[in-house]
Structures are given as structure tokens and as C-alpha cells.
């Protein structure tokens, strides 16, 4: 029996919490109030509540509690507790798996690196955080930019202490290769602060820093210094351009900007980050059959993002009037040790801020994105797992293939953003490593890959090597032979070496580990990691029977006499196997230009063999 509108009067009307609950006594939806009976009865007046999703939640109500409390502060927390505790179906719940991006800057360290990752929650890591940014690819943007400007280091500690000459950034003027005091710690102090400065927003010292030298080597005649300099100018313009037009308008102040767009029971909540008045980042946030009014969801969603440890802005802006504002204040306060005021502007540039977000909500709700948050996920866990150094952003996979030892080949297969990269997929034929010689070819084809890839400033951020634990150390070897300090190598390896795409027991091997990693049969990540290595044998194997084929071809044409070099050739590109050769009628043949009534006689000879 559902819940009947006659219970109402015995409800208070003091402020506190109500709990909506189903037949089975599971609780569907928390809500606060200043009056408890008055909001209450709302939900079932005839013009009390629009809200798509309320009538498909008064259908399943089968009784309502209520916990009385003595101010609306008060009912603000317990509402936040009980959400948390209970999860109810129709409340919007924040995820704890949401990942984000940002810059480090490990300033603990004596060497300090700048990296790029991706955290959950808190960050975890030691160091001075920078973002979140809009995407990731506005994230590698910056970074990129950086690691130009300012040569820090990019390798592992473990890898600064085992050097004993300088990797190939230094070569490149990316890195001035503290590792074997190549500069002293003033030097490295001086680009470390100036990275530090770039991201705080005082770019334009930045700037003019590089017109300067780029001045200077114009005098010089160093043009080519000078058209780099100039690029990395234009980047940085390009960058802070978006910025530098809301300065005006945000005063300078940070700011967080809370919008919600909405359609039936769909909703999106944006929330942009404003710096020193400029926009350094954006997340968003979507729900499914939320019974929340706006107010009631931005307050919840404030109480529930917004911790201690995080980096507070001064002020709030939301897109609807919260009228429990005040009350909302005192509880952050207590809550993060900050006062954080919440206002709604009406007018002005604040507003304009607000109308941002809105548009970002909405263009946000209207995008197809749940693949790619999956994927960013998917991405950031293996960073996490495989304990990488780098956010593993496009990785390279390589796969011998051979039988018995012969026409031996390796493949690789790229994924950017965990997505294949076709333009990148590479077929190769290994010319020098001994026939049946597994490590000599994988020694072979990653030698020649890297060589190609350093030349060309294009490396991967992981190699993944099929194989165990011996293609791993060859990898590595590698690695350490072409000076490349700034790539991550793992082994998968298939239990019994099979290649199906059953569940078997699949092992990850990683540098420098005694034992695998192994993971669920089910487990998303490994998922990922299969697609991966499955696709890259596929193309080895392929390739390698293509070879094979072509070559049992040419030695079966081999003793027909009259069948030089070019006929073969339009021999294999017409049928592309002795078997279909051995069918061709008379009329098949005849089609091949330049085959002689002789040389037919002889290729239909060879279905009697």
C-alpha cells in the first residue's frame, strides 16, 4: 500500500530530514527542509512539484521518516551523511572513481620533475598540483610547452640514480641531465621556478624573457633559434588567450562556477575553475533519475565535493538561488576550516561567468562522452597498476610471428588515448636476427622503431612487448642502448603461450619486479590490455601469412622455365595462392598479360604434381 497524503498532519514542522522509503523499507530519496510537514506536502499538492522524476517516486513510496534537527545548518549535514550512507536511488551521489588531470611539480624532490597525471580524489603524491585542465589534450598542451621552456628532467627517480651519461632529452635540449650534474642545483632551481610562475599566471614575464633572447638570436643570425622562439611565444598567447579576456571580467579572484542544465531526468551539472581570474579548468558532472530540485542539488553537490584538503576557491557561484546560502556557508566552513561565500549573481561580469557555465552544461549534455570517460579511466588505472611513470597516453605493442623458424616478422600496433591509431600501425620483416632467434627479432624491430622515433621526437609513452619476463629485459636493454630514459616497458604474456581470446590467465610482467601482476578474468583493464596485444598479434600473423604464401608461390613458379620475374609477379598479385593457381582454367590464364601458350602448359602441369 502506498503511502497516503492523510499521513501529513502527523509530520513537524521544525527543520530536519526526511527519508523516503520503498515496501522493502529501502530508503529512495533524502531530502532537507526548513519545515518539514510544509515540504512534505508539497510533493503531493496538485501544482506542488513539476520535476519529471517525482511521480515515479511518490508511486514507490510506501512510508516517509523524518529525523528533526534544531537548524537548517544542521539538516544540511545529516542530509549529506545519510546520502552517503544510503545512496538512495533518486539523489545525486558523487563517485569516488571520477579522475582528473593535472600538472606536478614534485617540489620534495632535490631534483624536481614536472609530470603530467591523472589522480582521483585527493592526489596522493607529494608535490605542487596545477589544474584541473578542460581536457587532456589542453593538459599535453602545457606540458609540451614546458618541457620546451624549461628542461627538467622526465625519467623515474630510480632511473636518475642508475645513469652514468645523458639519456637523448639532453641531446634535444629538453633536459639540462641533472643525473650526472650537467648543471648545478641554482641552475635547475631557476627553471624549476620559472615552470612554477608559467603555471601561477605570470606568463608575461614569461613572454617577454623569449622576445628577448629571440631578438638576440635574430642578431646573431641563429634564424632557426629565433622562428622556435617565436612558435613557443604564439603558444603561449594561444594558451592564456581565453584566459587573459576574463581577467577583466573576474577581477582576478578565484572562483568556482556551478551551472545546471536539465531535461526530463536527465540532468549535467558543470563546474568551472576560475585562477587569478583566469580559466584553468572544467568537470562535469552527469545524473539519471534525480528527483533534486536545482537549489537542492547544488547544495548537496557543494557539501560532497568540497573537502579540507582540496584547493578552495574564495567564492561560489551558482546558476540557481540557494536559499539555504547561509546556512550552507557555516557548514563548509566548519567543514574545510574556510570561509567560501555562495552567491547567485543576477548582473554584471559575475553573471557572464555563470552564463559560461551554463553553455558548458549544456553542450556537455548534449555530447556523446561516456566512451571516452570509460576509456580516461581505463587509462588512468593502468597507470596506477602498472605502476608507470607516464600517463600512458599512446602506447605501442610489438608481436613476432614466424613457423619453424622461417620468414620471420614483427608487427606493431599503436593505440592513442586508447583508441587504435591505424596511421601508425607498422608491418616489418626481420632481416638480420637469426631464423627461430625470438630475441634477436624483438632486439631488432624495437631497435629500429626507437632509432625512428628518437630521430623524429615521437615516442611512445608505453611499449608493451609480447612476451615474458626475457622480451621484457630486451626491451629494457634497449632502452638503455639508444640513451631513452623517458618510456615505460611492460611484458603480457598468455598462460601456455596461447593466443585465443578465452579467459585464460593472462601475467604482466614489469621492470625491475621479481613476480607478475596477474588480474581478473573479468577485470576491465585486462580487457583492454588483450584488445591491445590481440590486435597486434592478428597483424603478425597476417603478415606472416602472406609472406608464407607468397614464397610458396615463387618456389613452386621457380622450376617452371619461362616464368621470369615480372610474370611471377602478375601471377601472385592475380590469384595469391598456389592452390588457387593450381584451379586457374585455361580462360583464367589467358587473362595474364604476357603468358605464352607455353607457359600456360606448364602452369596447368602443376595440378598434376
Known sequence: MAFHPDDLAKYPSQPGVYLMKDQRGKVLYVGKAKNLKSRIKNYYAASGDSRAMVPFLIAEIKEIDTIVVPSEKEALLLENTLIKKHQPKYNALLKDDKTFIGLLVTTHHSWPMLRLVRYKG??????????PYVSAFAARQVFDLLTRLFPLRQCSDAEL????????????????????????HEEYDLFVHGAIDFLKGHNKEVVKK????????????EFERAAALLKSIEQIREITQGGEQVVAKAKGEDADVLAIYREGYEVCLAQLYWRDGKLMGSEHYLFQEIAEENSALLSSFILQHYKEEAELPKE?????PLSDASSLEEALAEKVG?????????????????????????????????????????????EEKLHLNRFPSRIECFDISNLAGKETVASMVAFTDGEKDKQRTRLYKIKEAKPGDDYGAMREVLTRRLIRAREEMDLPDLIIVDGGKGQLNIALEVFKELDIASVDAVGLAKEEARHDKGLRAERVFLPHAPEPVSFPSTSPLLFFLQRIRDEAHRLAIGFHRKRRTKTVIRSALEDLPGIGPVKKKRLLSHFGSVARLKEATVEELSQIKGLTKKDREFILALKKR
Open 338 to 382: 574556510k570561509t567560501i561565500g555562495i552567491h547567485c549573481p543576477k548582473k554584471g561580469d559575475k553573471r557572464k561567468l555563470v552564463s559560461i557555465a551554463l553553455s558548458n552544461a549544456e553542450a556537455h549534455f548534449r555530447q556523446k562522452k561516456d566512451q571516452r570517460e570509460l576509456t580516461d579511466k581505463t587509462l588512468a588505472e593502468l
Open 210 to 221: 623569449l622576445q628577448a633572447d629571440m631578438e638576440k638570436a635574430s642578431e646573431n643570425l
Open 122 to 131: 585527493k592526489p596522493k603524491e607529494k608535490g605542487l598540483y596545477f589544474g
Open 161 to 184: 640514480k642508475r645513469r652514468t651519461r645523458p639519456c637523448l632529452l639532453y641531446g634535444t635540449k629538453k633536459c639540462v641531465a641533472p643525473c650526472v650534474n650537467k648543471c648545478t
Open 316 to 320: 561560489i557561484l551558482v546558476s540557481d
